[in-house]
């Protein structure tokens, strides 16, 4: 059984920080990205930061450019997402998933089979 489990989540001032860590299990995802999307109330889920497990290639939304950084160990099966510096707007449920796609889809949350239960960050102004 395919598992994804988010930890890390919580209340946090504005300018803080936050690590979110996405453990694996289940199969390996060698040849797959892993992505972190976000979903605030009222809003469409969007990518946030994705990195392929193999070569370690990233990729980060404008919106968290040079504040948050995802990374992986592939010794643990973990990937993490460091954010720092968060605002207001940064609050929502972030949500780890796995993508066999081509790197070219990996911003596109249709293009990931495998998902997390989401975990909750907020930020306080």
């Known amino acids: 059984q395919v598992r994804l489990v988010e930890s890390g989540g919580g209340l946090v001032q504005a300018g803080g920080s936050l690590r979110l860590s996405c453990a694996t299990s289940?199969?390996?995802?060698?040849?797959?990205?892993m992505g972190w999307f976000r979903q605030a109330p009222g809003k469409e889920r969007s990518i946030v930061a994705a990195i392929t497990w193999r070569s370690g290639a990233t990729y980060y939304a404008d919106s968290v450019k040079g504040r948050f950084t995802i990374s992986r160990d592939t010794a643990e099966n973990t990937v993490s997402l460091q954010m720092s510096s968060l605002q207001p707007e940064d609050t929502a449920v972030y949500y780890c998933a796995a993508t066999g796609a081509d790197w070219t889809f990996v911003t596109r949350d249709v293009s990931y089979g495998y998902w997390g239960q989401g975990t909750q960050v907020t930020v306080s102004s």
């Open positions: 289940g199969r390996t995802f060698s040849s797959y990205a």
